[in-house]
């Protein structure tokens, strides 16, 4: 293992622990097991879920073998990191149908060569009484409770219960089950990542390293990328939406999204934020490099230069996209546009009114005014709500 190869393993890293470890399995020469467990409680692989698989794919490409625990077993129970209560549970059908929809997007990450994808109901769901109670004797009470969001909630009152508890036991056992050398995770998973060392000694094993990546904030700038706050990215998201997507987010993150998203070498990272800071790149320009870069990464070049031509035609050139969906118009004579816009683009009737209060809601070009509009108005016109929703209104 070069020095080189090491330093493209810690490359952009939040902790490694313990790091001289990391360091020795990769002297020992043979290809490490390097396991990833991502729990299917949402549709989508998301820009911010990718930052740890490309890590994953690193060790790949450095012919280590990447373990993808797809925990449809754990995924029931429910992780309990960084929550102040307890999660709603998912049920099998509902995970199920997550899973599905997953695996064909971690392809878009990762490569097929040392590859393998587990679900861990395969040895979790097996599980007997003896087993259980020989997997909780791994850990205590005191040691469960040094976990912060688990001290803040115990120290408040707020319930927590025993199945809880039971969940950082399980990921660790999945570290067992597939002896796993390293483990990744986001930074909100190191407690769990190192109570899996905790397990895998309790069955005579070699302890894992665990490595964390940082959290990709979300595309509002603030809190991180959560498909349940609605501020993400897709990995297979149209590439004109990823484009658009991302030259909306705060000009103050795009060194985090460099470097997280787009997967810059840090050299290039600083050299853009100096540039943006001296004045000699506009942040503008620099948001469409980081734009075209992660759409390049998904879809190609050629996808991601089509995605930029068509966001300046709409944005720029405030143009029409060449393709956008048509909705039939109601029949009644007078339109109500909240109602069409709640159809139309899913949003609630507050939210659409609250837009047309703004000006955001046009017709053809024409910001409107008023909650109705005459139908013959409106037939074979372009309905835009903001900067990026379109739908042609037909007959």
Do not use: C
Not at 251 to 278: G, H, K, N, P, Y
């Amino acid at each position: 293992m070069s020095s080189a190869d090491l330093q493209r393993i810690l490359r952009h890293t939040d902790r490694v622990v313990p790091a001289e470890e990391l360091a020795a399995k990769l002297e020992s020469g043979r290809p490490l097991r390097v396991k990833l467990g991502l729990d299917p409680t949402a549709p989508a692989v998301t820009l911010g879920w990718a930052v740890v698989l490309r890590k994953l794919r690193h060790f790949q490409e450095l012919g280590h073998t990447a373990v993808l625990i797809v925990g449809d077993f754990t995924a029931q129970v429910g992780d309990p990191s960084d929550r102040g209560a307890q999660r709603k549970r998912l049920t099998a059908d509902e995970v199920n149908g997550f899973a599905q929809n997953l695996l064909s997007q971690f392809e878009r990450v990762l490569l097929s060569e040392h590859l393998e994808i587990r679900r861990n109901s395969e040895w979790l769901a097996g599980l007997d009484m003896y087993g259980l109670l020989e997997l909780t004797s791994a850990a205590t009470v005191a040691q469960m409770l040094e976990r912060s969001d688990f001290a803040t909630r115990y120290e408040s009152g707020t319930p927590i219960s025993v199945m809880e508890f039971l969940y950082p036991l399980l990921q660790g056992y999945d570290s067992v089950a597939v002896e796993a050398d390293v483990e990744l995770g986001g930074s909100d998973q190191l407690w769990n990542l190192m109570m899996g060392r905790v397990v895998q000694e309790r069955y005579g094993m070699e302890p894992q390293v665990a490595l964390t990546m940082p959290l990709l904030v979300g595309t509002d700038g603030t809190q991180k990328m959560s498909q349940s706050l609605g501020n993400y990215i897709g990995v297979e998201d149209d590439p004109a939406d990823m484009f658009g997507k991302t030259m909306s987010i705060p000009d103050d993150v795009m060194s985090e999204w460099f470097r997280l998203a787009a997967d810059f070498d840090e050299q290039d990272v600083e050299a853009i934020t100096a540039s943006v800071a001296s004045g000699d790149l506009h942040p503008n320009e620099a948001k469409r490099r980081l734009a075209r870069s992660i759409v390049s990464l998904y879809w190609g070049e050629a996808s991601a230069a089509l995605a930029e031509a068509g966001f300046d035609r709409v944005f720029k050139e405030r143009g029409v996209p060449e393709e956008i969906d048509e909705l039939a118009l109601p029949t009644e004579a007078m339109i109500q546009l909240p109602a069409l816009i709640r159809e139309a683009f899913g949003m609630s009737g507050a939210e659409a009114r609250r837009l047309i209060d703004q000006g955001a809601v046009h017709v053809d070009g024409m910001a409107i005014e008023g909650l109705e509009m005459a139908r013959a108005g409106l037939v074979g016109k372009v309905l835009r709500v903001g900067r990026r929703r379109f739908v042609r209104l037909v007959d």
